[in-house]
């Protein structure tokens, strides 16, 4: 199990790719005030469930709009201290985390 008190990130930037990132008024907010138009990173996905449709933009590769990769390939994040709820959270977005690598979903 990952603890969150001793959790460190390896930066591989998976769960930047993988993920579907739901962002919340709160969020776009945010990220409004590091000078970014919601034209650059919201879309609308319609086939979300509840009423909270906004996610932010992945390029064509899925990753995320925000997502760096230094010439190591460590991953970086252009508005961490910003960044969204969700993004704040991962991986302890559940209860006894086994790993933070992107995983499927199942019913």
């Known amino acids: 199990m990952l603890d969150p008190k001793t959790f460190i990130c390896s930066r591989c930037g998976e769960c930047c790719i993988k993920y579907i990132v739901k962002l919340s008024k709160a969020d776009i907010e945010k990220i ?36 760096v990769k230094n010439k190591e390939g460590i991953s970086s994040c252009k508005i961490y201290g910003s960044r969204p709820s969700v993004c704040i959270q991962y991986p ?9 690598k992107p995983v499927a979903f199942s019913n």
Do not use: A
């Open 32 to 67: 409004k005030k590091k000078g970014y138009s919601e034209e650059d990173f919201v879309d609308i996905d319609k086939n979300l469930p509840g009423p909270t449709k906004f996610v932010l933009r992945k390029r064509d590769d899925y990753s995320c709009v925000f997502l």
């Open 92 to 100: 302890f977005l559940k209860k006894n985390v086994e790993t933070c």
